[in-house]
């Protein structure tokens, strides 16, 4: 049973939980047995995902989080604390992506993206370890991009971010690992949600990147949220500051 269910009596965190990855992962997590805190900065996409859990007999609430507030973050985990419990499981996915060649990105553009992908994973990352370190376990897993590897076109923010997503992954599992914590990330590919709509409706341009995936697909969110699965579960007891490319081979091409 255990094995069907391995996060059973844990608590997880999941932010951006509203849509696309980040509800399949609150899903998935719920549906390994965690009792599911589904942030999002719109209170509704958060509690349809919540509700979607508790249909199929999960356990989950919703939370409201915007995550470039501080303040927000604080609150959050303290809300999660006081009806579920102090989080066990934090995945850190919310994150925006804005599409414009560097000499139109204003200072503003820049510091809504690092802020959004990097200083709140910073900051719910603080805010969630010294709950799991007294506990001596806890998993905190990043959604870092295949851009923390490469450079991307037109996408500079998205890009710095994802890279220094990689780099703080590796800090924090280096501090923390001997405390009991793993801290992880996942580096998704091309997944098929709403956000890639466009991209995927282009016939051209989805050709040429199925082209360069080995496994002939684009990924679907659940390839990630088994992924994540398997980081916030004991299984990766002894994964420590790893960037999983879950990418169809992508970066093997």
């Known amino acids: 049973m255990e094995a069907c269910r391995p ?7 999941v932010t951006g939980a509203g849509r696309g990855l980040g509800a399949a992962i609150a899903e998935a997590l719920a549906g390994a047995g965690a009792a599911v805190a589904c942030a999002a900065r719109a209170a509704a996409a958060g509690q349809a995902t919540a509700d979607a859990i508790r ?6 609430v919703a939370v409201a989080l915007d995550v470039t507030r501080s303040e927000a973050v604080t609150a959050a985990v303290a809300e999660t604390a006081r009806v579920l419990g102090d989080v066990d499981v934090l995945v850190n996915n919310a994150g925006v992506v804005l599409d414009r060649p560097t000499l139109e990105v204003s200072d503003a553009d820049w510091d809504t993206v690092l802020t959004t992908n990097l200083t709140a994973m910073f900051r719910l990352a603080r805010a969630v370890a010294p709950a799991m370190i007294a506990r001596g376990h806890g998993k905190i897993v990043n959604t870092a991009s295949m851009l923390s590897f490469q450079g991307g076109i037109n996408v500079p923010g998205y890009t710095a971010s994802k890279s220094a997503i990689a780099g703080l992954t590796k800090a924090l599992a280096n501090e923390w690992a001997s405390a009991g914590l793993n801290v992880n990330a996942v580096a998704p590919g091309y997944v098929a949600t709403a956000n890639t709509e466009a991209i995927r409706d282009d016939a051209e341009r989805s050709e040429s990147i199925l ?16 992924a994540v699965l398997f980081l916030s579960s004991r299984a990766s ?16 091409r």
């Open 7 to 13: 996060l059973a009596g844990r608590v997880a965190l």
């Open 55 to 60: 249909s199929r007999g999960g356990k989950a």
């Open 211 to 226: 082209a360069r995936i080995p496994a002939g697909r684009w990924a679907q969110a659940a390839d990630i949220a088994g």
């Open 237 to 252: 007891d002894y994964v420590n500051g790893a960037i999983l490319p879950v990418d169809g081979g992508w970066l093997a």
